[in-house]
C-alpha cells in the first residue's frame, strides 16, 4: 500500500516509504505516467488494461492518489485526470530551471572539449530560443546569447527538434510561406523544402545549418527527448565556416560530439533517445 501523504506547503509527499512500499510506489508512478500521456481523462478499466493491473488494485491505486492530489476523479464520467498536486510539481520543476542547470556543466566540459561555443536551445512557439551558453577558453565572436530568439527552421538546434515533431504540429508552427524569415538568403523558404531538411536530418540524427543565421559561421545540433520520446530541447556546437556556394558539409565527426552531450542530458532527464533506436 502507497504511505499516507503529509502536507509540507501545498504539496503532498510520502511520509515514510518502506521496502514493501516500493510496488506499489512503481505501479502509482505508472499510472501518473499513463494519465499524463494521455490528451485527457481515462477510465479505471483502461488504466489496468494498459498497465495489465488487477482491477481492485487500479482503483486502490487511484484513490491514494486522489487523497493525495495526484489524481482527481470524475465521478459523472467515470474517469480521472491529473489534479492540482501533480499540477504543483510539474510547476516546482520548471522554477527550477533543471535543463539549465544540468546542460551548464556538460556543455562547459563540451566546449572546451571541441573548441567551439555549445548551446542549449528550446522551442518556443515557432521560434529557438537559446537558454544556455558555454564558450571554451578562446571564444568566437558573433555567437547567438542566451535569452536570443530566432526562427526555428534556421538553426540547427530548432531543427533537431522539428525534425522529430508531428507533421501537422509542424504544419500548425509554418502554415503559410510568409511564415519563413530569411537571414541570409539560405534555408528552407516554404514548407516542402523545411519537410525535405527535416526528414533528411531525422534519418542522419543531427541537423546542420551553413550561414542560415549568420554568415561565416556553421552549426551542428542534436536533440534531447522526454521519457515520451518526445523533443524537448538541443544541444548545438557554433564555429566559423565560410564556403559559397552552401557546400553540403555535415560535420560528422563534431556531430557524434554533440549527440554525446544530447544523449547524456536525454539519460539525466529520464528519456528515451530516439537516435539510438
Not at 527535416?198 to 554568415?215: H, I, K, Q
Request: charged share 20%.
Amino acid at each position: 500500500m502507497l504511505g499516507r501523504p503529509v502536507l509540507l506547503s501545498r504539496v503532498s509527499v510520502t511520509c515514510v516509504v518502506t521496502s514493501s512500499d516500493v510496488p506499489a510506489l512503481r505501479r502509482g508512478l505508472a499510472v501518473l505516467r499513463l494519465i499524463a500521456g494521455r490528451p485527457g481523462p481515462v477510465s479505471a478499466a483502461t488504466v489496468a488494461r494498459e498497465l495489465g493491473l488487477p482491477r481492485s488494485t487500479t482503483y486502490h491505486l487511484l484513490a491514494e492518489l486522489a487523497e493525495a492530489g495526484f489524481v482527481t476523479h470524475l465521478p459523472e464520467e467515470r474517469r480521472y485526470g491529473l489534479g492540482v498536486t501533480a499540477f504543483e510539481v510539474g510547476s516546482a520543476y520548471l522554477r527550477q530551471d533543471p535543463l539549465e542547470r544540468l546542460a551548464r556543466p556538460l556543455l562547459r566540459r563540451f566546449a572546451d572539449r571541441v573548441g567551439h561555443t555549445g548551446h542549449l536551445g528550446v522551442l518556443h512557439g515557432a521560434e529557438t530560443l537559446y537558454v544556455v551558453r558555454e564558450q571554451p577558453s578562446h571564444p568566437q565572436s558573433l555567437v547567438t546569447s542566451v535569452g536570443v530568439r530566432l526562427p526555428a527552421q534556421l538553426p540547427a538546434s530548432g531543427r533537431a527538434m522539428l525534425a522529430h515533431l508531428p507533421p501537422a504540429q509542424v504544419r500548425a508552427l509554418f502554415p503559410a510561406k510568409d511564415s519563413f524569415v530569411s537571414r541570409t538568403d539560405r534555408g528552407p523558404r516554404d514548407l516542402p523544402s523545411l519537410r525535405r531538411l527535416l526528414t533528411a536530418e531525422r534519418r542522419r540524427g543531427w541537423a546542420v545549418e551553413d550561414g542560415y543565421v549568420t554568415a561565416g559561421f556553421a552549426s551542428v545540433a542534436a536533440p534531447i527527448f522526454d521519457h515520451g520520446g518526445r523533443p524537448i530541447a538541443a544541444i548545438s556546437a557554433t564555429f566559423r565556416h565560410e564556403c559559397s556556394p552552401e557546400c553540403g558539409e555535415t560535420w560528422p565527426d563534431l556531430a557524434a560530439e554533440v549527440q554525446k552531450v544530447a544523449h547524456e542530458m536525454t539519460t539525466r532527464v529520464g528519456g528515451v533517445d530516439l537516435n539510438l533506436g
